[in-house]
């Protein structure tokens, strides 16, 4: 089959390999000039399947509200007037009942696990370079409450497989040292050896070049416009030039751009934008940064090496599609990098990147066939598209081939 794939972000690209590796002739259409250039640019690196727990749990209703109004804080919603952010606030509340939550975090897990076994499958396959560490993940609690919280989360995720350990404050600088000067703050942390960080954006770059020397062709600087539907059916893809793209079938990968290329069709996607930001620090050998990737629980910011940089991410705001950095909370992430790890010298020249997540209200993706037949989507992966990409991918392209999928698809498939 000619497939197009629309979007050649982290999961556009994946989705294009796995259907190019079952034969398929793939092309892939994206806006930007290279692969991996808008939300799979700098994000927080971390692929952290277990620590997978959506934003919407049982606390975070409670936590939006104390955040209310506060410009740097950790989650911030903007009053406005858009039908679309309401609509996707109050699924966002149903998804925090207890039993919704549960079910959300059983499909991320199952996801990520998968997801993270594509990964080491194609890192080894294809010997790809982009700065991995396999150190694990260690998230920080300086709140006592939110610590005993998380203990309770671990039992939930141990269920689903999940390699979680509690450490005192002390352990969690025998874990990583670069924490020595935090420790007397820390109320605890839990660590997960089996998680795993990398530049996202290097590894996009590097499989879509593997998918073009196995003939996948990538137009790249054509925006796509709309969707030409005939008998239900979609029969081409239309660029800004006015070209269309002709195809057996369709993906639509556009992260949060998704939701308005399909509405024209009918078929509405709970994805909303979720701006968050990071800061990329250069780091010397002798510095005492952290090569465990942290999660610093209470601000909702990652900290990962990257090689020779130190990738340092999170905060979430709903404000529509405006990726116009916001210096205040920009200011926020530098802060509490230095404040956790004194070490760090940040440049005067420190470059800030802000980018879109295609939030869910649960935050599990939309993977599959839509109302059209040969239409697909594979977007809202919100807080873990990087974690969740291969999976993803390899996912769909089992949908599209008729195959059975090595996990049950129903919780991701577009409603
Ligand atoms: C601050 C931050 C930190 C994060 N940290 C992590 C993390 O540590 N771990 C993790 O797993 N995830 C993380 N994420 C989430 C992750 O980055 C995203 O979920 C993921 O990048 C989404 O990938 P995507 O391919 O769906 O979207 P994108 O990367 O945005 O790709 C969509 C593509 O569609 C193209 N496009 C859009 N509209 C059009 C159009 N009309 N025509 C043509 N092309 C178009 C764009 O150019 C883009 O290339 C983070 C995100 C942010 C913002």
Not at 33 to 39: D, F, K, R, V, Y
Not at 120 to 126: I, K, P, V, Y
Not at 234 to 260: I, M, N, Q, W
């Amino acid at each position: 089959m000619r497939i197009v794939v629309l979007g050649a972000g982290v999961v556009g690209v994946t989705t294009a390999w796995y259907l190019a590796q079952s034969g398929h002739e793939v092309i892939v259409a994206d806006r930007q000039p290279l692969p991996g250039l808008e939300t799979s640019f700098a994000n927080g690196g971390q692929v952290s399947v277990s620590h997978a727990e959506p934003w919407a749990n049982p606390m975070a209703p409670l936590q939006v509200l104390r955040w209310l109004g506060q410009e740097d804080a950790p989650l911030l919603w903007r009053w406005r007037c858009d039908p679309a952010l309401w609509r996707w606030g109050i699924a966002f509340l149903r998804e925090c009942l207890p039993a919704r939550t549960r079910a959300n975090i059983g499909a991320l897990v199952r996801l990520g696990l998968y997801s993270r076994d594509c990964l080491d499958a194609l890192r080894r396959e294809l010997c790809l370079d982009y700065d991995h560490l396999g150190h694990g993940i260690l998230h920080i609690y300086t709140n006592i409450h939110a610590f005993g919280h998380a203990r309770d989360q671990a039992d939930v995720m141990a269920r689903y497989g999940c390699e979680r350990f509690q450490c005192t404050p002390e352990r969690c600088v025998e874990i990583e040292p670069a924490l020595r000067d935090f420790q007397s703050y820390l109320a605890g942390g839990i660590h997960t050896p089996t998680d795993e960080s990398g530049d996202a954006h290097r590894f996009t770059r590097a499989l879509a070049d593997h998918c073009a020397t196995r003939g996948v062709i990538f137009r790249m600087g054509e925006t796509v416009v709309s969707l030409e539907e005939v008998q239900g059916k979609v029969v081409a893809a239309r660029l800004l030039t006015g070209e269309r793209l002709h195809a057996d079938a369709f993906v639509v990968a556009l992260g949060c751009r998704s939701t308005a290329l399909v509405r024209p069709l009918g078929i509405r996607l709970p994805v909303y934008p979720a701006k968050g930001y990071s800061l990329t620090i250069p780091v010397e050998p002798e510095d005492l940064v952290p090569t465990v990737s942290i999660t610093d629980d209470s601000r909702k910011i990652v900290f990962s090496r990257l090689g020779d940089r130190l990738r340092v991410a999170g905060t979430a705001e709903f404000s529509g599609y405006n990726t116009a950095p916001n210096p205040l909370r920009a200011a926020a992430l530098a802060r509490r990098a230095v404040e956790i790890f004194p070490d760090i010298r940040l440049p005067d020249d420190l470059a800030h990147w802000s980018g879109l997540r295609p939030a869910t209200p649960g935050n599990v993706p939309i993977i599959g066939s839509t109302g059209l037949g040969n239409l697909y989507v594979n977007t809202g992966h919100g807080t873990l598209g990087w974690t969740l990409a291969c999976g993803s991918g390899r996912l769909l392209a089992d949908l599209v081939n008729g195959k059975p999928p090595a996990l049950p698809p129903e919780p991701y498939r577009p409603r």
